[in-house]
């Protein structure tokens, strides 16, 4: 499998709030332990509160702004923030801008896991 | 811990080729799973011939341009590039300029693991 992949050659899948893209993965390179993903927070779009029982995130914002929410507590972020959730910590990203998409490098360690609703 | 990290409110160190910042690691926000760092290789600098034996590692190019070369393939780097080596894999990553960084996002699972000069 490739071991280096383009962002701009990989498509957008669209879910829920926005818009997203594997980009190393399983399925992509193998990794075994890592997934990397650009995601794309829509205008007004909010990834509603979730946690990952077993799985580590970090968001790397990229451009846009708007608001992460751990375990109750708010931040706001934009360009150069770089959020961290813990395994099992229920969280919220939103994008608070009517006009621009809030557009993060998404990290996961392990690579999958479930996606709890609390 | 703070949750939030701001990329500019991190210092550089500096390393044999160039500089680095630890964003996302155990010491600064209690990460078991991962590490997010930001590196810029500097102009003509080579972060040489080395193996990590049980860490895989990303490198997502922010800006500059250079050459991953990993188990022997070498690939021309830039913005939107992004690396993936798997763990025990040896790897080269080069910066060609003479008056640019190269500037990525390194991520590393787990967090901590040796350098092997191979």
């Keep these: 499998m490739s ?4 962002v701009d050659e990989v498509e957008y899948e669209e879910v829920e709030w926005g818009l997203t893209k594997e980009l ?3 399925q ?3 990794s075994k332990k890592i997934k990397v993903k650009i ?7 909010t990834h509603k509160l979730h946690m990952h029982p077993n799985q580590e995130e ?12 751990i375990q109750g507590e ?13 395994a099992g910590e229920p969280h919220i ?3 608070l801008s009517q006009s621009e998409s809030l557009k ?11 996606e709890v609703q609390t």
């Design 58 to 69: 970090v968001i790397f914002v990229l451009s846009g702004k708007g608001i992460a929410e």
């Design 39 to 45: 995601t794309e927070y829509l205008p007004g779009h």
């Design 74 to 86: 708010r931040g706001e972020i934009g360009p150069g923030s770089v959020v961290f959730i813990s």
């Design 24 to 26: 190393i993965a399983p």
């Design 104 to 114: 993060a490098v998404i990290i996961k360690a392990p690579p999958n896991d479930e």
């Design 93 to 95: 990203t939103s994008n």
């Design 3 to 6: 071991k280096i992949v383009q």
């Design 28 to 30: 992509t390179v193998g």
